[in-house]
């Protein structure tokens, strides 16, 4: 194991400029979320259920959106298939984060449409470079679509 030496130094993974929107009824993750992905160009949003999600949606334009899978009413694979049916948020990059690791959980979140899956408990230094890799891509796709 390596221990950390004088070199070593806290640098925020995330340090392109971006709007995070966090959906999970957990308090908890919602906290832990707003807390370990947070960077002075980093603006993150919570919202405890997938129906007060779809209501921030409008808001702003989103970088990325962070799911949970089992929340009461409806759940997040769900949100992921309505928001993958608007144009609007078609190419939104969307990533389950979940408690749930089978192969049916992930199937399911893959084929309504998300970008990306992870498991929880979460490791929060690996979702934010997951995030800025979802982001970057994003932007390079829409980036090429918008010059063809």
């Known amino acids: 194991m390596n221990e950390p030496t ?3 130094r806290f640098e ?3 340090t392109e400029d971006m709007d995070v929107l ?3 009824d957990d308090p908890i993750q919602r906290e ?3 807390v370990y992905l947070s960077a002075p160009n980093v603006r993150v949003e919570t919202a405890d259920c997938a ?4 209501a921030l949606l ?3 334009e989103w970088s990325a959106l962070l799911v949970d899978v089992d929340m009461p009413g409806m759940d997040g694979i769900e949100m992921v298939g309505v928001l993958r049916a608007d144009p609007r948020w078609d190419k939104l990059p969307i990533m389950v984060v979940t408690g749930r690791e089978d192969m049916v959980s992930i199937d399911r979140a893959y084929a309504a449409g ?3 899956f992870m498991c929880k408990p ?3 230094r690996l979702l934010a470079h997951q995030i800025k890799f979802m982001v970057r891509a994003h932007r390079a796709l829409t980036s090429k679509e918008a010059r063809s």
């Open 12 to 14: 925020f993974v995330l």
């Open 32 to 34: 832990f979320c707003s």
């Open 6 to 8: 004088e070199k070593t």
């Open 122 to 124: 979460v490791n929060w």
């Open 58 to 60: 409008p808001e702003r």
């Open 51 to 54: 129906e007060a999600g779809l």
């Open 114 to 116: 998300a970008t990306a």
């Open 22 to 24: 966090a959906v999970d």
